[in-house]
Each structure stands twice: as C-alpha cells, then as structure tokens.
C-alpha cells in the first residue's frame, strides 16, 4: 500500500465522522470500520486479497456497534449455539 491510501483512508475516516446523525449512524460505522480495516491492512502490509477481507469485516463490525449503540441492545452468547438481546 502506497502513502496516497493511507491518507485516502484518513480523509474517509474524518469526512465519515462528519455526517453523524441519528439517520445514517450505521453508515458512519460502516465508512469508519472500513478505514480502520484497511489502515490495519496497510500497517501490517496486507496483499490485496487480506485487504478487502479486513476492510469489509471493518466495516461490518463499524455497522453491529453503531447499531448497538443506537438502540441500546447488545447480543449475548447463551453457550449452546443460541443468543439473547439484552440492553449493553
């Protein structure tokens, strides 16, 4: 990864926190889970496959705590397989 990336992914990850409203917050998660994913993968010099894996579980991880956060209901493992909602 070049120099020019990583200071794409900052500037994603600064415009994302800008656009913070009750309205898209699961947006904003998504852009700013997808940045930290691919600074991690640039920091640890990632190939291109290892990158999108670690840009999109990034951002999908950036959706769940956005969404937990907005309602308040975090997921619980039961131990058997099965999970609980349950306020965070």
Same mark, same amino acid.
Not at 17 to 27: A, F, H
Not at 62 to 66: E, F, K, Q, V
């Given at each position: 990864m070049t120099r020019n990336t990583i200071i794409g992914a900052l500037a994603? +990850? !600064?415009l994302a926190?800008?656009?913070?409203?009750?309205?898209?917050?699961?947006?904003t998660g998504a852009a700013i889970?997808?940045?930290a994913g691919l600074i991690g993968a640039t920091v640890f010099d990632a190939n291109a496959g290892w990158?999108?894996?670690s840009t +999109? !579980?990034?951002a999908a991880a950036?959706?769940?705590?956005?969404r937990n956060t907005r309602t308040n209901q975090c997921a619980y493992a039961n131990g058997d397989?099965?999970?609980r909602t349950a306020p965070c």
């Open positions: 994603g +990850l !600064a926190g800008c656009v913070d409203t009750n309205d898209n917050r699961e947006l889970g997808a940045g990158t999108v894996a +999109l !579980a990034g950036g959706t769940l705590i956005a397989g099965t999970y």
